[in-house]
């Protein structure tokens, strides 16, 4: 079936510096990818659906120039965290749709920022 | 490896005809079992966490239950606007970490 790698699973960064969370579809073609955020004990939130060669979307609330999203090709989209403080640190996850609305998501990454 | 399998893949329904959605799993380390409901072209929209065996949850029209292998989303007297993709997914601590695995969700469609 339908894969979606994500990576790194988890990554302990200084605040201050930037960390990018890569999305992969590694067998199919995505239309559109989804980025998620999760706090503990909490459900998934949506912070931006990007397509490919467009900008992303974000959704109210969510930095954009916080949370750089870049949907270059239709395998891959990435999230940088600029400047990442501990407030930062969640877990973040993504997911993939297929050219048939089918919804493929990642393992998820957990950033930890010092 | 942590697996989620949701059963049916597609479920069609007359309105007032209830049915269950399955999700069966394999993960080590549980922290939390998910349901989310997702229309096209927007995000899951959460439904429910379970925690343990034995918990369940309601709302509305929905049930959730939880078992050491499965979970169980109840619907009764459905309606035309509970057409939606029904997704599952666990949530485990695996090698210090947390991960979460989804299903491929069940596709429900509600007929008037």
């Known amino acids: 079936g339908a894969v979606v790698s994500q990576h790194p699973s988890w990554v302990i960064c200084k605040s201050g510096t930037s960390v990018k969370i890569e999305c992969r579809s590694l067998?199919?073609?995505?239309?559109?990818m989804f980025w998620y955020r999760q706090f503990p004990k909490q459900s998934l939130m949506l912070m931006a659906t990007?397509?490919?060669?467009?900008?992303?979307?974000?959704e109210q609330g969510v930095e954009k120039d916080k949370f750089l999203i870049n949907h270059a090709s239709l395998t891959l989209s990435t999230l940088t965290v600029t400047s990442a403080h501990p407030e930062d640190s969640s877990f973040y996850i993504c997911?993939?749709?297929?050219?048939?609305?089918?919804?493929?998501f990642g393992s998820g990454t957990q950033l930890s920022v010092l | 490896e942590d697996q989620v399998t949701q059963s049916p893949e597609a479920l069609r329904l007359q309105e007032g005809e209830s049915s269950s959605l399955n999700c069966s799993y394999t993960?080590?380390?549980?922290?939390?079992l998910f349901w989310y409901r997702q229309d096209p072209g927007k995000g899951p929209e959460f439904l429910f966490t379970?925690?343990?065996a034995g918990e369940e949850k309601e709302k509305e029209r929905l049930k959730a239950t939880l078992t050491k292998k499965e979970s169980f989303l109840h619907i009764t007297a459905p309606k035309p606007e509970d057409s939606a993709t029904y997704l599952c997914a666990v949530q485990s601590n695996s090698g210090g970490y947390q991960k979460v695995t989804f299903g491929t969700g069940t596709k429900l469609q509600v007929i008037p």
């Open positions: 997911s993939a749709r297929d050219r048939r609305e089918k919804l493929f």
């Open positions: 993960v080590s380390g549980l922290r939390g």
């Open positions: 067998d199919f073609q995505a239309t559109t």
């Open positions: 990007s397509n490919e060669g467009s900008k992303a979307t974000y």
């Open positions: 379970l925690y343990s």
